[in-house]
T-cell receptor, first 115, second 113 residues
Framework: AQSVTQLDSHVSVSEGTPVLLRCNYSSSYSPSLFWYVQHPNKGLQLLLKYTSAATLVKGINGFEAEFKKSETSFHLTKPSAHMSDAAEYFCVVSDPWNTGNQFYFGTGTSLTVIP | DSGVTQTPKHLITATGQRVTLRCSPRSGDLSVYWYQQSLDQGLQFLIQYYNGEERAKGNILERFSAQQFPDLHSELNLSSLELGDSALYFC????????????FGEGSRLTVL
């Protein structure tokens, strides 16, 4: 079965400092992995996705994530936080062969950016 | 803008009532997913439709039902509403049945009083 664990429910960083949001996954085979961002009272927006191509994935707004199979991790990083990055972030693993639910969402990490 | 449209954006109703939430997927997307997001339960998968047919069912209550029409828009019907049904309901679409990423609408916020 697939599952996702976001290791931090809340992360606070100062503006201009690096961001690290941690995600570990469980999958019985090579998964597709995604990071979504949700700003207050908004829908979820795709930041980036991994689908078995390059292990370092670049996304929108300067975010990137590295797929590490040996560590079953897919951590999200950004070199320099901006105030507009304050939001909820969700790590998602996809199981296309499941006849039921195909997307497994983490519980989310709330990112606060301190001016 | 994801291209997925949901209406209404906000809805306030009373316990015992029935509401219908509507979703128009991105142009060309055949799959529609419904999710419920609440503070205590997080993001819960409700149901998926693909090209008009139910494809997968999640934690959807019997009081809830959905359908996807020939023009591919979808409706989620919530009946005999309870206070605990207050939540943000998201629709998402994707092109295929089991490939590609989800594109989310902005959600319908339901408040049951």
């Amino acid at each position: 079965a697939q599952s996702v664990t976001q290791l931090d429910s809340h992360v606070s960083v100062s503006e201009g400092t690096p961001v690290l949001l941690r995600c570990n996954y469980s999958s019985s085979y090579s998964p597709s992995l995604f990071w979504y961002v949700q700003h207050p009272n908004k829908g979820l927006q795709l930041l980036l996705k991994y689908t078995s191509a390059a292990t370092l994935v670049k996304g929108i707004n300067g975010f990137e994530a590295e797929f590490k199979k040996s560590e079953t991790s897919f951590h999200l990083t950004k070199p320099s936080a901006h105030m507009s990055d304050a939001a909820e972030y969700f790590c998602v693993v996809s199981d296309p062969w499941n006849t039921g639910n195909q997307f497994y969402f983490g519980t989310g990490t709330s990112l606060t950016v301190i001016p | 803008d994801s291209g997925v449209t949901q209406t209404p954006k906000h809805l306030i109703t009373a316990t015992g009532q029935r509401v219908t939430l509507r979703c128009s997927p991105r142009s060309g997307d055949l799959s529609v997913y419904w999710y419920q997001q609440s503070l205590d339960q997080g993001l819960q998968f409700l149901i998926q439709y693909y090209n008009g047919e139910e494809r997968a069912k999640g934690n959807i209550l019997e009081r809830f039902s959905a359908q996807q029409f020939p023009d591919l828009h979808s409706e989620l019907n919530l009946s005999s509403l309870e206070l605990g049904d207050s939540a943000l309901y998201f629709c998402a679409s994707r092109q295929g049945s089991n490939t590609g990423e989800l594109f989310f609408g902005e959600g319908s916020r339901l408040t049951v009083l």
